[in-house]
């Protein structure tokens, strides 16, 4: 039996900004190899209890500074404690690290920025100084000063870089509302006696997320660095919990004799940074069409 | 001219006044009495009563801010409470270090990101493009410590051409010096290098389709005359201005640099007090980058005012 083709009339879909920026995003090879990278860090994350060889403390005496054999893939550590055991949970650090300090500087910078580019005269003029002020402080001097002043811990370096990070939100959302509130809409929700809160939640904040989105995914980047830094110095994640950057502190030492030490922590900060500098690169390319 | 500069100057005195603000309130954040915390670890009631006194910490707040600004107007950043020597004194005798460090590690940052950033656009979509772009990234996702990690068991500990740590004053011996600066002055240049590469790419492939240069080539110039003469030279001033931008990431990396070399500059000093609760030494060194900080952008704006004829106008 022969199949008739019955001609059915039906318009194409109409695809929403947000779908069609996905859509660009899923083109771009970049992107989708940052994306797979950081779902590998975070499942790696999420099941660290299950997937991890060994207890990431344990030490072992007969097993110390161990070069990479099936026993131990990553080797050992100067205690006898397995390293990708220590690796794996090190990503609990670091990708908390990252993702609790962009949310501590969204939730402070975009609220700040949202008022000093809305309201505009000396409220716009004594946030510009305050965020001129944090940004002549270059930014991990500054958050080696706090985490200093706060005391060395994984929280407070978290709450360090946070702040010192807030500043660029703030500079960037005052920016982005600074173009956006004289647009004709904005106009148009004033003229019909909208208050001022709900112009600026419902009319304005919405046209900025595209921008924050991007520079929160770059700021992981920079804030996975930060808090490897801080560890690196002391003032981050405190022995002998594991973190990539006191990996590497304990490893610099023990370079001549155990280089493993100091690759697998290494190459993993590396691989959490480069992933989410592409994902932001891409997004960036994807929610900004300028940038395409 | 003038009055540029004046305007730039007004512009500075809020942010320095909010920069105090910010410093003198770190202290604000030690848990407990800022006097014991201050005093360190030995708790000794002579070193207690003396910060107290000094600091007029049975003042109110805004009396100990000014008692405090006074102070480092006069130059006074207060005192190590380690190595009993005032603060700017300890940050004078280590900045000539840091300084050396910065300005080869700039060296080694303009040489690669500028050459890499023209080779770049010159040769978009190429094979070479995608490498330095390559480069760019890793330079940006490949933090130095760890670079440093790599870099002293290659040259250091396998090939034995470099020594691992330590520092020669240039004074003493220029060879020894230069040998144990230039892989803290490659790792702290790195990640510089990839922004000027980024920033280079972008600038010149923005000039090179530009009317000016398609003259420069119609007129038969030859390329290597209109890419050096008629494009880089336009792309390099927005390149130098963002050069002077990133001394902050320097003087940041040079924290980490020197920890990993062991070189006793600018950053040991601050990673040494942290760890001493030396904690007038860190209020005094953030606050010298971050005065250092401003006053090199003001003088790359006035660079850029100076070299951009189209700001004069």
Redesign the interface.
């Known amino acids: 039996m022969a199949a008739i083709a019955i001609p059915i009339d039906v318009a194409p879909r109409e695809l929403t900004p947000a779908q069609r920026a996905l859509r660009r995003l899923a083109r771009r090879r970049g992107a989708m190899v940052g994306l797979v990278i950081v779902v590998f860090f975070v499942l790696l994350a999420l099941l660290a209890p299950w997937i991890a060889p060994y207890d990431p403390l344990a030490a072992s005496w007969s097993a110390v500074r161990k070069a990479p054999s099936w026993q131990h893939w990553f080797g050992t550590d100067e205690i006898g404690r397995d390293v990708l055991a220590r690796v794996i949970w090190g990503a609990r650090a670091s990708l908390l690290a990252g993702v609790v300090s962009v949310a501590i500087s969204l939730s402070i910078g975009v609220p700040v920025g949202l008022a000093a580019g809305y309201l505009g005269g000396w409220v716009d003029m004594l946030i510009s100084?305050?965020t001129?002020?944090?940004l002549?402080?270059?930014?991990?001097?500054?958050a080696?000063?706090?985490?200093?002043?706060?005391?060395p811990s994984l929280t407070n370096a978290m709450i360090a870089i946070g702040i010192a990070a807030t500043p660029i939100f703030i500079r960037l959302t005052r920016a982005q509302v600074l173009a956006v509130k004289v647009e004709d809409y904005v106009e148009a929700a004033r003229a019909v006696g909208n208050s001022h809160l709900r112009i600026a939640l419902r009319h304005i904040f919405p046209n900025v997320v595209a921008t924050l989105i991007v520079q929160a995914t770059l700021a992981i980047?920079a804030a996975v660095?930060a808090e490897?830094?801080l560890s690196?110095?002391?003032?981050g994640q405190q022995p002998p919990a594991p973190s990539w950057g006191s990996m590497?502190n304990t490893?610099?030492n023990f370079?001549?004799n155990a280089?493993w030490m100091?690759?697998w922590?290494?190459l993993s900060?590396?691989f959490l940074?480069?992933s989410f500098?592409?994902l932001g690169d891409g997004l960036r390319d994807a929610l900004d069409p300028r940038h395409g | 001219m003038f009055n540029y500069l004046l305007k730039r100057l007004a512009a500075i005195v809020p942010t320095l006044f909010f920069v105090s603000i910010l410093i003198f309130g770190l202290q604000q954040l030690l848990p407990g009495d800022p006097a014991v915390a201050l005093a360190g670890e030995d708790n000794d009631p002579n070193v207690i009563a003396y910060l107290r006194g000094k600091f007029h910490l049975d003042e109110p707040l805004p009396v100990r801010y000014w008692y405090w600004l006074d102070g480092v107007f006069h130059g006074d950043l207060g005192e190590s409470v380690r190595i009993h020597k005032p603060v700017t004194e300890l940050i004078l005798e280590k900045l000539p270090v840091t300084i050396e460090l910065a300005v080869l590690a700039m060296l080694i940052a303009l040489v690669i990101g500028i050459s890499a950033g023209v080779a770049s656009a010159v040769l978009k979509d190429t094979k070479w493009d995608y490498a330095a772009n390559i480069f760019a990234l890793w330079g940006l996702s490949t933090p130095n410590f760890w670079l440093g990690i790599l870099l002293i068991l290659l040259f250091a500990v396998k090939l034995g051409w470099l020594p691992a740590s330590g520092y020669v004053s240039p004074f003493e011996d220029l060879k020894a010096n230069l040998a144990a600066m230039i892989m803290p002055a490659f790792v702290l240049g790195n990640a510089i290098a990839a922004v000027l590469m980024r920033h280079t790419r972008s600038a010149m492939l923005q000039v090179l389709s530009s009317d000016y240069v398609r003259t420069a080539r119609a007129k038969g110039l030859a390329e290597r005359v209109v890419i050096l003469r008629h494009a880089l030279r336009n792309a390099m001033v927005p390149i130098v201005t963002l050069g002077a931008l990133q001394l902050g990431e320097l003087l940041g990396g040079a924290v980490l640099t020197e920890q990993v070399f062991s070189i006793p500059g600018f950053g040991k000093l601050i990673v040494d007090a942290v760890f001493n609760r030396d904690y007038s030494v860190v209020q005094g060194v953030v606050l010298f980058t971050a005065t250092a900080y401003i006053t090199l952008n003001l003088l790359a704006d006035l660079a850029y005012f100076v070299v951009n004829p189209r700001m004069r106008g």
């Open positions: 100084r305050m001129d002020a944090m002549a402080c270059p930014f991990l001097i500054l080696i000063a706090l985490a200093a002043f706060l005391g980047a660095i490897a830094s690196f110095l002391g003032l590497l490893a610099k370079v001549e280089p100091a690759v922590p290494g900060i590396f940074v480069l500098n592409l």
